[in-house]
């Protein structure tokens, strides 16, 4: 798959004014600074994301329609208050409906950054999204800012810490790595979507 073209189709929480159509979505989940929206320009080719902005301001949905056929859509980031809150209270109710109700939704793509252990959050969102059994690909980010031992480490770590079947895929907008997979990845969560609806 390749992304041939991509626009902004706007900023919405509540579900009256997020998109219509019956397209299957592909969430992006991390915490604030984790790399989020350079990840987003990177996989889209272009800077659409906005990579600078106030941590914590926005709490809306961003839905991006990829090749006129699925959303990637940027969750606002989590992490940000310095007082440890659970991710319910800063997400707050509607973000959570959206990750267990959607029915578009085909999976969750979660980032941790490669150089720090996940945080609780990190670690309650992932439990959460493996108790919803949503497909789900599990990412770190940053990857050329650690050497070969450091990386293979911190993949063998957190597939540990969330009992994952394979380990987690590293990434860097820096130098290219990992971008053919993730793709490859969003790619399968699309045509397992596609093929549920036609088993409904
Ligand atoms: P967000 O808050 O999750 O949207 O994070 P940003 O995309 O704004 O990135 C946070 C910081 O990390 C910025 O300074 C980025 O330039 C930097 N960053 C993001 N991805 C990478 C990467 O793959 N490699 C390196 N070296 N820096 C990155």
Known sequence: MEI???SFRGAALSVSTRPQEW?????VAGRSNVGKSS???WLFGRSVARVAKAPGKTRTLNFYLVNS???LVDLPGYGYARVAKSLRSQWGRELERYLTEERRLAGVISLVDIRHPPTALDLELNRMLQTIGHGFIMVLTKADKVGRSQRARARQALQRQLGLATP???VS???GEGR?????DIADLLTSWRQRQ???
Do not use: C, K
């Open 69 to 71: 056929s699925f959303y």
């Open 23 to 27: 397209l299957p979505q592909v969430a």
């Open 180 to 184: 053919a997979e993730l793709m490859a």
């Open 39 to 41: 990840l987003l320009n």
């Open 173 to 175: 907008v820096r130098t």
């Open 198 to 200: 036609t088993g409904d």
């Open 168 to 170: 987690p895929l590293a």
């Open 4 to 6: 041939r073209e991509v």
